[in-house]
């Protein structure tokens, strides 16, 4: 349903961006820690623009670092739409760090990669938290896995235990993060069409990108839910299921095009 002259001009603008800025991530990740923090931002925000996304937001995005954003996953597509919002490195799994050229750009914008072996956990937790007291606010996808978009997987409590940690004597802030892509061309995206903007099961990845590139304007509506820290619900499972409530719900009401309902959700 796309548009393969569109595809492919979006295609090369997006390796021309990114082959020109590469070795500028490069140099900033071994010399300098601010822009390498920031130069993402500006990066992905171009990206967006490039694919035609046109990104909504809705609630208030905690500026104070460190944060630990937790939200739900759909595509690849996501990474560039929050790292064109968020000043955050991701946290992924290790599969991600051997795909090719997505890898290389997961590795410059230091992400942290989980081997969910146990025999790992000790080692990628003491990194999460050494980066946390380092001031580093971190992007999770507590599913596990990207999803059709219809609707949200249940929330690995697992994941969360980073969240038990106080860097510098404080609680950890999470914020929940809800991302749903709700229309094309200015139509709303139904049940239908909005697994063509999802990646998940056994999709082969670059069939997948061409045909995304190829589609039209896309409007995605990003909800920053209201922080919460792990004291206020004892266990990382408390939290995991707050955080799949409040997230899963806001992803139903933009789906459903409720905007009125994404304020109320926003207040609560």
Known sequence: MGSPLRAFVRIVAYLAVTAALLPVQAFAVRFNRRLSIRLPLFYHGLCV???????????????????????NHTSYSDISILGALL?????????????????????????????????????????????????????????GTSSDGNAVLPFKSALFSVAQIEPNGEPLLVQPVSIAYTRLDGMPVGRA???YFAWYGDMTLAPHFWEVAGLGH???????????????????????????????????????????????????
């Open 87 to 143: 000043p955050a490195s991701f946290v992924a799994k290790a599969e991600v760090a051997g795909w090719p050229f997505f890898g290389s750009l997961a590795r410059l914008q230091r992400t942290i990669f989980v081997d969910r072996r146990p025999a790992k956990a000790t080692t990628q937790r003491d990194e999460m938290v050494r980066r946390l007291e380092e001031g580093d606010s971190l992007i999770l996808f507590p599913e």
């Open 49 to 71: 623009r490039i694919l035609g996304f046109q990104i909504r937001t809705h609630g208030e995005m905690v500026t104070k670092g460190p944060v630990l954003f937790a939200c």
């Open 193 to 195: 069409l909005r697994p």
């Open 218 to 268: 896309a409007t995605v509506d990003v909800v920053f839910h209201k922080p919460v820290t792990i004291r206020e619900y004892e266990t990382r499972k408390g939290l995991a299921d707050h955080c799949f409530q409040v997230v899963a719900s806001g992803v139903s009401i933009a789906n459903a095009g409720r905007l009125d309902g994404l304020k109320k959700l926003e207040a609560s």
